[in-house]
T-cell receptor, first 112, second 115 residues
Framework: GIQVEQSPPDLILQEGANSTLRCNFSDSVNNLQWFHQNPWGQLINLFYIPSGTKQNGRLSATTVATERYSLLYISSSQTTDSGVYFCAVRMNYGGATNKLIFGTGTLLAVQP | GAVVSQHPSWVICKSGTSVKIECRSLDFQATTMFWYRQFPKQSLMLMATSNEGSKATYEQGVEKDKFLINHASLTLSTLTVTSAHPEDSSFYIC???????????FGQGTRLTVV
């Protein structure tokens, strides 16, 4: 099956710093999403980005589908950004039942 | 975005009993819902795909007789953990995608502890 690897696995930042999280996938995909999992376990949708670049406030994401990777940028990090960041992909098949496969995750800790 | 509600948020049960978890899409219809399990400090692993009006599709290694899935309507899927054991303790999360939409939305998750 498809492999979805994220790097780095862990990241510690000082408040105000910038960071880049990476998601590599081993096969063609037609959907890629980034999520933030908060300390209570809730998955918060950050981006739906099968290709191209999107920005939302301090966060932005870029997916280069032909090279099978996506990047999540966090600028001016805040302590509330702490948590686990997941990318998830859906393979390039047709139909509504395609599965969303999650990456390995990046645990981010932002220190004051 | 679309709202997915999961209930209960947490549950403690005794070994050997069964526990039912509900997943509802509040403002959209979903012919397909997905159930994931997450162990501490690990990623989400897909357990099964819930199909409205038909049998669920289980991932390899997931016991269908232990994890019963029912998708009786376009807004409700349930996961029943039967004869629960301590090793079933985990965080269970459901997901749904509005028809015609490719973005998936997730419930709040259910933390199951079997004692």
């Amino acid at each position: 099956g498809i492999q979805v690897e994220q790097s780095p696995p862990d990241l510690i930042l000082q408040e105000g710093a910038n960071s880049t999280l990476r998601c590599n996938f081993s096969d063609s995909v037609n959907n890629l999403q980034w999520f933030h999992q908060n300390p209570w376990g809730q998955l918060i949708n950050l981006f739906y980005i099968p290709s191209g670049t999107k920005q939302n406030g301090r966060l932005s994401a870029t997916t280069v589908a032909t090279e099978r990777y996506s990047l999540l940028y966090i600028s001016s990090s805040q302590t509330t950004d702490s948590g686990v960041y997941f990318c998830a992909v859906r393979m390039n098949y047709g139909g509504a039942t395609n599965k969303l496969i999650f990456g390995t995750g990046t645990l981010l800790a932002v220190q004051p | 975005g679309a709202v997915v509600s999961q209930h209960p948020s947490w549950v403690i049960c005794k070994s050997g009993t069964s526990v039912k978890i509900e997943c509802r899409s509040l403002d959209f219809q979903a012919t397909t819902m997905f159930w994931y399990r997450q162990f501490p400090k690990q990623s989400l692993m897909l357990m099964a795909t819930s199909n409205e009006g038909s049998k669920a599709t289980y991932e390899q290694g997931v016991e269908k007789d232990k994890f019963l899935i029912n998708h009786a309507s376009l807004t409700l899927s349930t996961l029943t953990v039967t004869s629960a054991h301590p090793e079933d303790s985990s965080f269970y999360i459901c997901s749904a995608r509005p028809t015609g939409n490719t973005e998936a939305f997730f419930g709040q998750g259910t933390r199951l502890t079997v004692v």
